[in-house]
């Protein structure tokens, strides 16, 4: 970096060798003369005494004008990416009537259905009383809307099943769950629709104001302003308020593949939720079908999208999925996927209510969704969407205030534009180089290993740290103060990268020129982030905008400013030009991490007992430090000395480090006004384990405790001594070692505790019966069995060692999900559903053996009377006020065929 301070402020006059002189380098090894000249050029390692114009240009910088400088600069830049992300919207809320969107009575609805309470499907609250009341509000929407629309309701409840390879893989099966399905149309009809999607269902113990409440409550209130609007559709736009998302989304995948309303959707919206309110991220789109991102970027009035999301989210890094899955991949329709992603820390929990829903949020949702719909049912795209199907759009917005969008293609040229101007700019010096005898080809060589060999050991120290902090048990000590990770990871990685190049600098490079070994590191990072931008173009990544945002503005300042800066020196004209430059790639990429870090943070609190979340968090602050000060390490060399920032540095992290280690930051917090609880599942369990007698050779009760954060227990033992080692749960030799899983997640959380208790006293237990059972063959068994229980079953099916499933009733046996060979079916049921019944054929190599397959069932009372036993509220009551702890009853039961 050569421009920093103004001229004659705190600088140091040129000294360095006149013409002829030898110039040492490497702490005085010499490598030859340079060729007579007072000019110093780009690629010569002589020192400048005079520029062309006869000013002197100064070759370092005061260490107490350069870093404040550069700090307040980034609290600058901080300081409006927060900004950007708690405004949510511009100007007062509109007033009722007319085409606008009215965030007051979207409240309303979203009250009254979290005013049922919890909804797991199948419960009364889901599958009557929140129907009941859509249906109401519907009706009061269609009795107001103008004659130029029409508004048909169906409520569906269909029955199906599909296989899934989200968490493994598993089969998902259903029946008689809930959707609630409208279709606004003009009133002649309309061959073409958009769907919008949301789901009223939540899970256990939570009343789900943020996911899904309020974008159905959203979704009413469109419903009701373009029902009333004078504007002609001419598209239809279908509701689905579906009823069973929760359920590994369920009902949307009964209504894509069963609804006669399907086939006439061409695109859709789908609303959903990682966190409670904030803004809306669109976070994936298509597959392909460019136009539906022009379509948002063109009528979204609050834009929040990022490509980079849609490319991180389909990576599969972050472990959920939503119904945009099933509309894709079963309707064969594109989409857009959008998620509030502020304060995930409550998502799922006691706390997701409809108070922590800032008015704002919601219209911000409304203002968007209501624009895009509007958008697409008047489109031309829409009725023949698949001429504009092909292409895949590179898309993000700039702050909230407006959205970008343009064709990969496009993206693909400019990327390639780019990359070339900067072979150019490092082609002209490697010839300036050649032509004045100096080494500027290999120092650029050397630099680059400098500096990747920096980033290395940046990444293996503050994985170091993050270790150590795990191992003594003082992990996320950041969960509930998020800025003590920044301050930990960040000094440490900071200190790391400007020590190693202040001991390049003084002991490799010597008394090399320092504005040469500025101008050198400045195309350095220009060369690294060429070569990213490179990868990323060649792998086909839309997230390749980033890296060329770090190529093409910094080059262009280079080019615009390069020349007079060797002449002048860092004046405050070309300082301020040099940061205004930068300022645009360093606004987006903290915009970025900063949504990243949102999304992130409160996800590592219930990423597992395996997942380190530390080394996770450190990574991830490590690899912003480093994007953020790339151009900033040429200041390293400019400035005189670093000694005293290297020694702030150090007094920070040792500060911090000491502060962590003390157990001053707790990691979970009850604050009712921020909460950040540490999440525990309870589960009263009675287990039986029957022989291939159909004899009972193993009885058991008592309550699974599984925690979903890297810290298991210790905070809790404390609190609740009788949870410790020493009942931690066996894995038995049984499907998913004989302990009722709701949902495949065995291999994230491998760390559980199983307290003795009293039997379950259920009233209505779970019925299996076999049905039927016969050999079509020696080495084939064809079972059909019979499960009639609560609303959520899961069953698992263990082959015995040289058998096979060959088909199933759901599949055959090439399409079903196994982990370590054992299956897993997820069931629920809605109201007044018949039992289930399936089928399987086992085939066995070995016609004689007495055991074939293991079959397991396993019911989940979510809801009612069934739902918690005393001990379950007893045990319940002694966990800490900063636990969240979601309970319920369960059975497991084993059989042997």
């Known amino acids: 970096m050569a421009a920093v301070v103004r001229e004659g402020a705190g600088l140091e006059p040129a000294v360095g060798p006149g013409p002829g002189r030898e110039v040492r380098i490497r702490g005085g090894r010499g490598r030859g003369s340079d060729p007579p000249s007072d000019k110093w050029e780009s690629g010569s390692r002589k020192q400048p005494r005079r520029g062309l114009h006869g000013v002197q240009a100064p070759a370092t910088v005061s260490e107490a004008a350069a870093w404040p400088l550069v700090a307040v600069y980034m609290l600058l830049l901080w300081a409006a990416v927060q900004l950007s992300l708690q405004q949510l919207v511009s100007g007062p809320v509109p007033a009722d009537g007319g085409d606008v969107f009215n965030a007051p009575r979207a409240r309303k609805y979203l009250q009254d259905i979290t005013d049922f309470g919890a909804r797991p499907a199948g419960s009364p609250a889901n599958e009557m ?47 008689k769950i809930a959707n609630v399905v409208v279709k606004l149309e003009p009133v002649n009809g309309a061959k073409h629709a958009v769907l919008a999607n949301c789901h009223f269902d939540s899970v256990a113990n939570s009343p789900g104001a943020s996911d899904d409440a309020v974008s159905c409550a959203v979704l009413l209130e469109i419903l009701n302003v ?75 009035k609050h834009p929040f999208a990022s490509v980079v999301g849609q490319e991180v989210f389909q990576s599969g890094i972050i472990p959920s999925d939503t119904d945009f899955r099933i509309y894709r991949d079963y309707g064969n329709i594109p989409g857009i996927d959008l998620a509030f992603i502020e304060n995930g820390y409550i998502y799922h929990t006691k706390y997701d209510t409809a108070d922590r829903i800032h008015l704002d ?201 390069g020349e007079e800066l060797k002449q002048k020196g860092p004046t405050l004209k070309l300082t301020t030009i040099y940061f205004l430059a930068l300022s645009i790639p360093h606004l987006l990429t903290l915009y970025l991490f900063w949504a990243a870090f949102e999304m992130f943070t409160p996800i590592l609190g219930r990423s597992g007992t395996e997942i380190p979340p530390d080394i996770v968090m450190a990574a991830i602050i490590a690899a912003c430090a480093i994007i953020l000060t790339t151009y900033f390490v040429s200041l390293v060399y400019l400035c005189r000395s670093t000694k005293w920032t290297l020694l702030s540095l150090g007094i920070v992290f040792l500060g911090s480090a000491a502060l962590v280690f003390s157990g001053v930051f707790f990691p979970y917090s009850a604050d009712p006004a921020t909460p950040h609880p540490k999440r525990i599942f309870l589960q009263h369990t ?49 499907p998913f070692c004989g302990f009722p899983w709701y949902l495949p997640v065995h291999s994230f959380i491998r760390k559980n505790w199983y307290l003795p ?30 499960v009639d229980g609560p609303s959520h079953m899961t069953l698992y099916i263990r082959p015995r060692e040289g058998s096979s499933i060959t088909r199933t009733s759901v599949g055959d046996g090439s399409s079903l999900y196994s982990s370590d060979g054992d299956y897993f079916f997820f069931y629920s049921h809605g109201l007044q ?11 066995t190599l070995d016609p004689t053996p007495k055991e074939k397959v293991i079959i397991a069932v396993a019911s989940h009372y979510l809801f009612g009377e069934e739902q918690r036993t005393r001990e379950l509220i007893a045990l319940e009551e002694r966990f800490p006020e900063w636990c969240f702890t979601s309970s319920w009853s369960s059975t497991y039961n084993l059989f042997v065929f």
């Open 686 to 734: 009675t287990r039986t384990f029957h022989d291939l007698n159909g004899e009972i050779v193993k009885k058991d009760s008592g309550i699974w405790v599984n925690g979903f954060d890297y810290n298991l227990m210790s905070h809790v033992t404390p609190y609740i001594p009788e949870i410790n080692d020493t009942v931690r749960s066996p894995c038995e030799d049984a």
């Open 361 to 561: 949020s919601i219209q911000r949702a409304g203002d968007n969704i209501l624009a895009v719909l509007q958008y697409l049912a008047t489109s031309e795209e829409l009725a023949d969407s698949t001429q504009y199907r092909h292409g895949s759009m590179v898309f993000f917005d700039v702050l909230g205030l407006f959205a970008v969008a343009y064709p990969k293609r496009i993206g693909t040229i400019i990327n390639c534009l780019v990359a070339a101007a900067t072979v150019l700019y490092l082609g002209r010096k490697f010839s300036i180089s050649k032509t004045y005898g100096s080494h500027y080809r290999s120092d650029l060589l050397y630099g680059i290993g400098i500096t990747i060999l920096c980033w290395f050991i940046i990444f293996v120290t503050i994985l170091i740290v993050a270790v150590f902090v795990s191992l003594t048990g003082h992990s996320m000590s950041w969960y509930s103060h998020f800025y003590v990770s920044i301050i930990l990871y960040g000094s440490v990685a900071l200190f790391k990268l400007m020590l190693i190049h202040t001991l390049a600098k003084n002991l490799y490079y010597g008394n090399v020129n320092k504005v040469y070994l500025s101008e050198l590191y400045f195309d350095v990072s220009l060369t690294i982030w060429c070569c990213t931008l490179i990868c990323f173009t060649q792998r086909d990544l839309c997230s390749a905008y980033v890296p060329a945002l770090w190529v093409a503005f910094p080059l262009l300042m280079k080019l615009l400013i």
């Open 129 to 175: 009383l929140t129907v009941t009341y859509l249906l109401d509000q519907i009706q009061k929407i269609k009795a107001g809307s103008t004659a130029r629309h029409s508004i048909a309701v169906d409520v569906q409840r269909p029955t199906g099943f599909f296989n899934i390879d989200f968490l493994g893989g598993f089969t998902s099966y259903y029946s």
């Open 226 to 300: 373009l029902s009333k609007s004078s504007s002609p559709l001419q598209h239809a736009i279908i509701f689905v308020f579906n009823g069973a998302e929760e359920n590994i989304l369920q009902a949307s995948h009964g209504f894509i593949t069963q609804h006669p309303w399907a086939k006439l959707i061409r695109a859709f919206v789908n609303l959903e939720a990682a966190g409670v309110g904030g803004k809306e991220l669109v976070f994936q789109t298509g597959p392909e079908n460019p136009w539906l991102v022009r379509a948002y970027a063109r009528a979204a």
């Open 757 to 786: 208790a009293s039997e379950l006293p259920t009233r209505a237990p779970v019925a299996f019966r076999l049905i039927s059972k016969y050999n079509q063959s020696p080495q084939h068994m064809n079972l059909t069995i019979e």
């Open 833 to 843: 559903a018949p039992p289930w019944q399936f089928w399987l054929e086992i085939q």
